[in-house]
């Protein structure tokens, strides 16, 4: 079992930048594969990217590419999400989700998720 708690998120100007943070507690963190997602109002859950246990990281869309910073710190049992140059579009519901390796196509777990606001 592994629990994941996000925070970090809240209202911000567009311009402005955010850091989530994602705690994980449970089962050895520095193996599992941590993705970040995003829903906005009245849309599907987005995928924005993850980063393997090496620290190898994806991002999906194209539109968080050169803004958005996925990292790890596995001492901390941590991962987090800069956001940088936020954009009114990037409001939603951030979550963190886990899953035990690359090759599993669903995350196993995930958290209760964080409120991100951008403000035009």
């Known amino acids: 079992q592994v629990q994941l708690v996000e925070s970090g998120g809240g209202l911000v100007q567009a311009g402005g930048s955010l850091r989530l943070s994602c705690a994980a507690s449970g089962r050895t963190f520095s193996n599992w594969v941590m993705g970040w997602f995003r829903q906005a109002p009245g849309k599907e859950r987005e995928f924005v990217g993850r980063i393997s246990w090496g620290g190898n990281v994806i991002y999906a869309a194209d539109s968080v590419k050169g803004r958005f910073t996925i990292s790890r710190d596995n001492a901390k049992n941590t991962v987090y999400l800069q956001m940088n140059s936020l954009k009114p579009e990037d409001t939603a519901v951030y979550y963190c989700?886990?899953?035990?390796?690359?090759?599993?196509?669903?995350?196993?777990?995930w958290g209760q998720g964080t409120q991100v606001t951008v403000s035009s």
């Open positions: 989700a886990a899953k035990a390796s690359l090759s599993r196509a669903e995350y196993e777990y």
